[in-house]
């Protein structure tokens, strides 16, 4: 299957902090998605993208659609405790998708 | 309320023994998928279904069979359950041209013996 690499694995941060997360991958995708996942619940999804260079706005959750196609960051601002989770970054190629690896967030208050 | 609904939450079973994980939504959602998550290799696509009798392999089918004889409804089937099979399972919807943007369920964690 397609390798997303996401990075970083985990992120320590304060509260108040900016958090910065990429995917890469050698394949080209069609479509980008974030998503969040809380302990015991399943992944919510935060942004999606469908044209390269696309930059996209969730409060204060940012993503990009990398040119390239074979990549995507998601930037949080201003970080408050119940961004703590697991980030995962998702591409699509025709109906099927592949996920990251997850980052997972800790926000020390 | 809109949900994807699954069914049992949690399982201890024994190799070999057949198990089926029901999975259904209220949405009227034409989209229908698993995934399976392990630690350290993110959520991975079993299968999915397009519409009502249209499914098609994802990226680790093996050992899995589905069905979708109607649009709410999209069990997993393990006929013939393995060691390498425990895992939490997700089932996934989604809607028309926004597919992709896809519902979660509240997962199946599944533990074969």
């Known amino acids: 299957g397609q390798q997303l690499n996401q990075s970083p694995q985990s992120m320590f941060i304060q509260e108040g902090e900016d958090v910065s997360m990429n995917c890469t991958s050698s394949?080209?995708?069609?479509?980008w998605l974030w998503y969040k996942q809380d302990p015991g619940e399943g992944p919510v999804l935060l942004i999606a993208?469908?044209?390269?260079?696309e930059l996209t706005s969730n409060g204060r959750l940012t993503a990009q659609f990398g040119i390239t196609r074979k990549d995507s960051f998601l930037n949080i601002s201003a970080s408050i405790p119940s961004d703590v989770g697991i980030y995962f970054c998702?591409?699509?190629?025709?109906?099927?998708?592949?996920f990251g690896t997850g980052t997972s967030l800790t926000v020390i208050p | 309320e809109a949900q994807v609904t699954q069914n049992p939450r949690y399982l201890i079973t024994v190799t070999g023994k057949k198990l089926t994980v029901t999975c259904s939504q209220n949405?009227?959602?034409?989209?229908m998928s698993w995934y399976r998550q392990d630690p350290g290799l993110g959520l991975r696509q079993i299968y999915y279904?397009?519409?009502?009798?249209?499914?098609d392999k994802g990226d680790v089918p093996e050992g899995y069979k589905v069905s979708r004889k109607e649009k709410r409804n999209f069990p997993l089937i393990l006929e013939s359950p393995s060691p390498n099979q425990t895992s939490l399972y997700f089932c996934?919807?989604?809607?028309?041209?926004?597919?992709?943007?896809?519902?979660f369920g509240p997962g199946t964690r599944l533990t074969v013996l």
């Open positions: 998702a591409g699509q190629i025709g109906n099927q998708f592949y």
């Open positions: 996934a919807t989604g809607s028309g041209r926004a597919y992709n943007e896809q519902f």
């Open positions: 993208l469908y044209k390269a260079g």
């Open positions: 394949s080209i995708f069609n479509t």
């Open positions: 279904s397009m519409n009502v009798e249209v499914t």
């Open positions: 949405m009227n959602h034409e989209y």
